[in-house]
């Protein structure tokens, strides 16, 4: 990591530089944080994602903790889970903090070697959102939301094969939209889908008993969201 501190700008106390920083788009933060170890530093405490969370949701703060096994956590998590509740899971332009930590959750817990069983994981998100009000119905829709924002954001490398290859095997979580495109890639016909190209391609090799595919192309889902941002390092910096 380059230290750059002995420049003007590093000379600036830290509160100005929380406020430089909130301005530059998000998709530069990750360079950013590698700058200097006081930059570093800045975007490991709770200040910038405070500051954040203020100018980009200001009503969030006023929200209340909610009952349920998916914490709220650190003033940094509840950043990325506003952004992703406004831009990774389509929710008709609602921001709903619980809807990003939902999808956080279970990026993790995909992403974990111990991982659940994928009926425990999508008992758990369901369980959830019904204890904080929503109907069953309700529930339901938005853990089928979530569990296709995640996979459509999964990176295009063998451990995402695999991990689709095991769901395929699993075959315990149904919702909508996963089944029918499934079937539909499984026999050539390619349509439109709020999954993943590419995650689709995975797994409907998988279930044909194809082997893992050597080329892989990603295409847009409709929602334009920074490269950074999608990436394993924006939510483990």
């Known amino acids: ?102 999808y956080l959750y279970l990026k993790e817990q995909l992403e974990h070697p111990a991982m659940p069983p994928s009926s425990i994981l999508h008992g758990t998100i369901i369980d959830q959102f019904i204890a904080c009000g929503k109907t069953g119905e309700k529930a339901h829709d938005l853990a089928s939301k979530i569990w296709l924002a995640v996979i459509d954001g999964l990176e295009e490398n063998q451990q995402t094969f695999l991990l689709l290859k095991h769901l395929a095997r699993e075959g315990e979580v149904h919702f909508k939209g996963f089944d029918a495109a499934v079937d539909g890639l499984a026999v050539g016909i390619r349509g439109s889908t709020p999954v993943g190209h590419v995650a689709l391609s995975l797994l409907a090799s998988t279930l044909a008993g194809a082997d893992a595919p050597r080329t892989a192309t990603r295409q847009a889902s409709g929602v334009t969201v920074p490269m950074a941002m999608q990436s394993s390092s924006f939510f483990h910096m």
């Open 1 to 102: 990591m380059t230290d750059r501190s002995d420049g003007p700008i590093g000379r600036l106390p830290e509160h100005l530089l929380v406020e430089i920083f909130v301005h530059v788009p998000v998709c530069e933060w990750v360079q950013i944080a590698c700058v200097n170890k006081q930059w570093a530093s800045i975007f490991q405490g709770d200040s910038l994602w405070q500051t954040a969370i203020a100018r980009n949701w200001p009503s969030a703060g006023l929200r209340k903790r909610w009952p349920g096994p998916i914490p709220r956590g650190s003033a940094r998590r509840r950043f990325q889970a506003l952004y992703v509740s406004e831009n990774l899971v389509p929710s008709g332009g609602e921001i709903d903090e619980l809807v990003g930590h939902t």
